[in-house]
């Protein structure tokens, strides 16, 4: 290898910023050693490492394995190798796990949970019979064969997709039921059939390995998470909601209120109540009260009579809170309100007619005020604190912590909530949505099931027992449809929540593989997009490590969608009574119990589960400590949150599902709990994630508990504070972001721009691409993996399914046809294969049947008149079955399915009525201007019998001018031309580039990361490896200028290059080297349009719009000043109306009015009547306008007046 040299001195300026981060393990104090570089490099270029021990500082561990030139099977000799844990999490979560999980949650345990609570159905004609569900579970997804009912048919996601089908298994229920004079019990009753997740646990992907997954037809990297409806692969989209069940404090500073809200969710109900300070006094207000009650008549009503006692509920023992309070009794005074009954009779005048629940048709009540207010109070306002045989104490106390924020909140205006914040947001996924859903369509199958069994009944004079069984069977269909229905238009709605949402579901986006992976993990926000408000759009702070900062769109939805970050999990619902034992356990005291004084006195903190009061502790430190020791022992779920609000003096655990967190390292007495020992473990697989979870040497935290911890970013940063530990930086971006190599060296706005531009890359989208029938597919004919990867790469399986190619890009001017980001393409990289795609597209028709039994056939295929034996032009692609040949070459025009449809479909064939039995042809033919071949074709059955033709055309396309690339680093650009290689400039080892970049997109856009990335991925070739850009870290630069150097180059990573046209040498080093490029499906073939004559609207007879309806390109108003400005009329003449819409009218000099052949209508003459011309849109406004009696009378002058002719 020749005698090391030392890295040059200057090399840190080419380095930037990276070369500031910490290459060796050394502690903070200790001085950098001189050799180190060298040493790195050496260590790198011989594989060798023999260092002697080194002391375990952390920073330099977390980073050594991205450039310390190691593999991921080399043994471990730190900790520094925990990056080990985030493909052990990733296998038991995350990334699309959450759909996952969330699902198999709804199926296993809230269906049967919703059965439960409806299952008995009574009848109100006959009080004997009922029927009363025991059981409920999913079978696994079968088919349906309609035409004879044979058993049922196991399915595979991949026929559902090219048959069209839904990809979806059984409901069975057991029931037991009355049947005559006895019981009878059924089980495994089908009631209607639910669309499955793929890869969810009822699934036939789930468990499977990748032979079994090829066997299957089924990509092994395929993320799951999806449904398959009729064919189409649609997504339920993370939705994010304000959290349920919480109060938020919020203040109007402009109408000088300040409300505590809470929007109250219950199985049965709901509702959202408000405790409002208005003018400096409180108030209730709920939708079911007329005005808002005053608070002091609230919690009277509620059982709490003594002014004293509402008043140390409220206030405490602090004389301003007192005294802010104490103006609230002079309302009630004013109403003469002491006692409960008073309360209660006044709360029942303001509550709205119509709540007590009266059986329909029965006769009005006379209102009953107590009742009313009771039923508001116990089972309306605040429902989700429930009351207990008339027990009202527990929401009393709530409506006190309410007035007493807002008390707070009136004193100190940081103590407002802030609704942006990610701790007060539930995140919705697919199993809380379904199972709102299913509720709703099993309580109408429920009742629909009633009135039917009512209907049969009551007549008297039935002959065999009445048997519930049948309509069970019949009544199954609403269930179906409605999922269905939901699922594929992506309207959800529930009309007991009142909830109307669209665009909940949308189809997956299968242009590359990592745009279905990004659509897995995206949020959408309820936020309206039109509003121009920045709060909701800003990144916040709590975000960190929750969501990725880079992966959001631009425009109106920046902000708004957002992406999860790499290691996030989305909770699943916790049982509250386990938890509930626990607390007490723990030395905590009935909150219920306690009084006013003992409530607010110092060092007491109240306990709140999923915002509700529970109990009172006096010790709230050491409570934490016990409670999360119960959680890292297993006692309590890993997912229950648990932390401490100093300023309300309040501890909350949350149990909740829909909170987002992620797994840290737990740190005790300034050690991280996992070390080599466990490290290994896992790497043998003796471990997994979840072992290190229920030793406690992780655990999961989530937003609100992130804000009571002290976490360290590295291991160096430990101090007596810490907490917990990070277990990887750069898990903080999301999977699409992931991909960027060197982003913590970009400017941010250019992450953002290729988190959009990955999605729109062309590569390869599974292993079963081509098996798949898809409507719009591109495919890259020779991807290849990153030179310079990134760990997030490696996790998500981007490098075995690639979008791009690794390019040698020199960076310098070449002709003026680079300028503003275009690029120069080698001709000869383009010969073999650069940049080139296919492009697949699908046509598909169905041939339906008809009521009177005949239905749509193929074939007619048509001959020449001259020679019998040869098909027309259009028909020459044709097999002899009317459906084009595999191969054959399509062009504009050509018939690919020779349909016809019969022209009679109504008539019966009974007696006379027999029609006729001719077809018409109704061929589908081929409208694109480029040609294509056909690639597939296949013929098959859909769930209505009716048969399905599906013909897969195939274009390979090379790049041409026009065509849009894009490296990773957000710099687009258009191919500008493509140049012959022998014009090429060259480097010294002979090299050419295939991509020549103009060096004016590197100053305004400072992506220092591209650089990086190229000098890096330059060492990589010449060293025989693939380099890691990973974010926070990476291959270190020196260590890349230290490989260059030894392999003969310059460590800056320029070259030496000749000039391909004339021979002589450059007059300065260009940078030179491979940066990794993505094809992005912007193509010109697809975009390139013009247009002499064609087609017209028929109504304004102007040319239509629009490249796909062969359009005209619009001149409007803007084009149409710049021509008045010039002053050029006749120009405006001849593109406004002769080249438009010109039209001949005639015209009665003597009215204004519109004629027709000569002749005036209005006038009743042919005198004076002259045809001009106008646009026909004109004349089509002039008719609308008479239409509202409003007419346009046209006012006729000489053309040429200065010429002196008559008029």
């Known amino acids: 290898m020749g005698p090391k040299k030392k890295a040059p001195p200057n090399s840190a300026s080419a380095a930037g910023p990276s070369s500031s981060e910490k290459p060796s393990a050394r502690k903070p104090t200790e001085a950098p050693k001189a050799s180190n570089a060298p040493k790195k490099a050496r260590a790198r270029a011989s594989r060798v490492e023999d260092e002697g021990p080194r002391e375990d500082d952390g920073f330099a561990a977390l980073l050594e394995p991205f450039y310390g030139g190691k593999s991921l099977t080399d043994p471990i000799k730190t900790a520094e190798d925990k990056w080990n844990l985030l493909p052990a999490f990733l296998k038991v979560k995350g990334l699309v796990k959450q759909h996952i999980d969330s699902f198999n949650y709804f199926v296993e345990h809230e269906m049967m949970d919703i059965v439960m609570a409806n299952k008995r159905v009574t009848s109100d004609v006959d009080s004997d019979f009922f029927l009363e ?81 090829a066997h299957m037809n089924e990509c092994a990297l395929d993320p799951g998470g999806y449904f398959i409806v009729n064919g189409t692969e649609k997504v339920i989209l993370v939705q994010e909601q304000l959290s349920k069940n919480r109060v938020i404090v919020e203040a109007d500073v402009k109408k000088g209120i300040v409300s505590a809200s809470v929007t109250s969710s219950t199985h049965e109900r709901k509702s959202k109540g408000y405790v409002i300070m208005k003018k400096e006094k409180i108030y209730l207000q709920h939708n079911i009260l007329t005005e808002p009650v005053p608070i002091v008549i609230v ?99 709530y409506i006190c912590f309410m007035v007493r924020r807002v008390l707070m909140a009136m004193g100190d205006p940081k103590l407002v909530d802030d609704r942006d914040y990610v701790g007060n947001k539930r995140l919705e996924l697919a199993g809380q949505l379904l199972a709102l859903l299913f509720e709703d369509l099993f309580k109408k199958f429920n009742t629909d099931l009633k009135m039917n069994i009512d209907k049969v009944l009551k007549k008297p004079n039935r002959t065999a027992a009445f048997d519930a069984y049948n309509h069970m069977l019949s009544h199954g269909n609403g269930i179906t449809a409605g999922m269905n229905r939901a699922i594929s238009t992506g309207n959800w709605s529930v009309k007991r929540f009142k909830m109307e949402r669209a665009g909940v579901t949308h189809v997956l986006s299968r242009l590359s593989f990592i745009s279905a992976l990004g659509m897995m993990t995206r949020i959408s926000s309820q936020f309206e997009k039109t509003r121009k408000v920045s709060g909701p759009r800003a990144l916040q702070p709590s975000q960190f490590g929750m969501l990725c900062p880079s992966d959001t769109p631009e425009g109106e939805a920046c902000g708004l969608v957002k992406n999860l970050a790499l290691m996030t999990h989305i909770t699943t619902n916790d049982e509250e009574e386990p938890i509930r034992q626990h607390v007490f356990f723990l030395g905590t005291e009935d909150i219920t119990k306690c009084s006013g004084r003992e409530i607010y006195e110092p060092g007491a903190y109240v306990v709140y589960i999923n915002g509700t009061p529970l109990a009172l502790s006096r010790e709230p430190k050491k409570f934490l400590n016990a409670f999360r020791n119960l959680r890292r022992t297993g006692r309590v779920s890993e997912f229950v949150s648990i932390y401490i609000n100093h300023h309300t003096n309040s501890v909350h655990i949350a149990a909740d599902e829909g909170r987002i967190c992620r797994p840290l390292i737990v740190v005790e007495k300034r050690k991280s709990k996992v070390t080599k020992r466990y490290l290994e473990s896992l790497r043998k697989g003796i471990m997994d994630f979840d072992d290190f979870l229920y030793r406690g040497l992780i655990e999961y935290v989530d937003v609100n508990e992130e804000n009571d911890s002290n976490i360290a970013l590295y291991e160096n940063e430990i101090d007596a504070t810490t907490t917990h530990l990070e277990i990887e930086p750069f898990t903080i971006l999301g999977a699409v972001a992931g991909l960027i190599p060197y982003p913590h060296h970009n400017q941010s706005p250019r992450n953002t721009y290729q988190c959009a531009m990955g999605k729109q890359a062309i590569g390869t989208i599974a292993y079963n691409q081509f098996s798949r029938i898809d409507t719009l597919l591109y495919l890259m004919v020779y991807p290849q993996q990153p030179m310079v990867k990134t760990r997030t790469i490696e996790l998500i399986h981007y490098d075995k399914l690639p979008a791009g190619q690794n390019a040698t890009v020199a960076v310098m001017s070449f002709s003026g046809y680079d300028i503003e980001d275009a690029l120069v393409l080698n001709k000869a990289s383009c010969d073999r294969g650069f940049g080139r795609c296919q492009v697949f597209r699908k046509y598909a028709t169905q041939l339906r049947r008809y009521p009177n039994g005949v239905s749509d056939g193929i074939g007619g295929i048509e001959y020449d008149e001259k020679d019998p034996t040869r098909p027309i032009t259009k028909h020459t692609i044709l097999g002899s079955d009317g459906i084009a040949r595999v191969g054959e070459k399509v062009s504009a025009g050509d018939t690919y399915i020779a349909k016809r449809v019969p022209l009679n479909t109504t008539s019966t064939g009974i007696g006379s009525d027999f029609g006729t039995d001719a077809y018409k042809p109704a061929p589908m033919t081929y409208k694109l201007p480029d040609y294509s071949y056909i690639d597939k074709v296949m013929v098959s059955q859909i769930e209505n019998e009716n048969m399905v033709v599906k013909v897969q055309t195939r274009q390979t396309r090379r790049p041409e001018l026009g065509d849009k690339f894009s490296s990773r680093h957000g710099q687009k650009g258009v191919v500008g031309i493509i140049v012959n290689q022998e014009d ?224």
């Open 133 to 213: 569900y025991t059981n409920v579970h999913v079978g696994t997804p079968e088919r349906l064969d309609y035409s004879d009912r044979k058993p049922l048919h196991e399915i595979t996601p991949n026929e559902c997709r090219l048959r069209d089908m839904t990809y979806a298994a059984p409901i069975l229920v057991d029931f037991r039921y009355r049947k005559g004079k006895q019981i009878s019990l059924r089980s495994n009753v089908p009631i209607a059939r639910m669309p499955i997740m793929l890869r969810s646990s009822k699934c036939r992907l789930s468990g499977k390995n990748d032979r079994q997954m």
């Open 299 to 397: 919690l009277k009503a509620m059982g709490i009579p003594s002014d004293n006692e509402i008043l140390l509920l409220v206030a405490g023992i602090e004389d301003k809170y007192q005294d802010e309070f104490a103006v609230n009794f002079e309302e009630a005074t004013k109403l003469g309100i002491f006692s409960q009954y008073q309360a209660l009779d006044y709360i029942g005048t303001k509550v709205k007619m119509g709540v007590r629940n009266r059986a329909p048709g029965a006769p009005p009540q006379r209102r009953n005020t107590l009742a009313d207010a009771l039923e508001a109070l116990s089972n309306i306002i605040i429902t989700h604190v429930p009351v207990h045989g008339m027990d009202f104490r527990p929401k009393a106390l």
């Open 984 to 1207: 090429m400039p060259f480097a010294d080892s002979g090299v050419t580039p295939d991509i020549i970049m103009n060096p004016h997109g590197f100053p305004s856009r400072m992506t220092v990361g591209k650089m990086l990335e190229c000098l890096s991925g330059k060492a990589g070739v010449l060293n025989g490896t693939l380099e890691y850009g990973t974010a926070f870290g990476g291959s270190n630069v020196d260590v890349m200028g230290q490989i260059l150097i030894d392999k003969g180059f310059s460590y800056s990573g320029k070259d030496f290059v000749t000039s391909g046209i004339t021979g002589e040498s450059l007059p300065a080093y260009i940078f030179f080297g491979p940066i990794y490029y993505q094809k992005l499906k912007h193509m010109v073939q697809d975009k390139m349009h013009s247009r002499a004559r064609g087609p017209r609207a028929i109504l304004t007879r102007q040319p239509t719009e629009g490249r796909s309806r062969d359009g005209g390109l619009r001149l409007g108003e803007m084009e149409r000043d710049c021509l008045i400005a010039y002053g050029a009329s006749q120009l405006l003449l001849e593109r406004l109306m002769l080249s438009s819409d010109a039209h001949q009218v005639d015209i009665c000099e003597v009215c204004g009015l519109m004629g027709y052949q000569g002749y005036c209508q209005t006038c009743k003459t042919t005198k004076g009547v002259t045809t001009m011309t106008m646009p026909y849109a004109a004349k089509l406004l002039v008719q609308e306008l008479l239409s509202m009696n409003v007419s346009v009378r046209l006012k006729l002058e000489d053309e040429f007046p200065h010429e002196g002719r008559k008029r």
